[in-house]
């Protein structure tokens, strides 16, 4: 059974840092990509950033430059590393998987930027 652990969130004053992490269990965790999401209130949840089982990495416009995307495949986690903090990164993040056409989520943690 696929799980997913977000752990890191919390509050932060604008220009700070957070580090987000994700634990994963239940799958074979090297050959999947995984992805961090986020999510504001009456908004879609819309991706943040992606890394390839191979280590490409992708980011939205919005973040690139400021967040980083990492995992370790010998402790099953994926993590992301944000810098420069700004109020409108504030959101509930989340940890995803996507094995075949099933999407697999965390309960997702909460980043409050507040100014």
């Known amino acids: 059974q696929v799980q997913l652990v977000e752990s890191g969130g919390g509050a932060v004053q604008s220009g700070g840092s957070l580090r987000l992490s994700c634990a994963a269990s239940?799958?074979?965790?090297?050959?999947?990509?995984m992805a961090w999401y986020r999510q504001v209130p009456g908004k879609q949840r819309e991706l943040v950033a992606h890394i390839a089982s191979g280590g490409t990495t992708y980011y939205v416009g919005a973040v690139k430059g400021r967040f980083t995307i990492s995992r370790d495949n010998a402790k099953n986690t994926v993590d992301l590393q944000m810098n420069d903090l700004k109020s409108e990164d504030t959101a509930v993040y989340y940890c995803?998987?996507?094995?075949?056409?099933?999407?697999?989520w965390g309960v997702g943690t909460q980043v409050t930027v507040f100014s």
């Open positions: 995803n998987v996507l094995r075949g056409t099933t999407d697999h």
């Open positions: 239940g799958f074979m965790f090297s050959a999947y990509s």
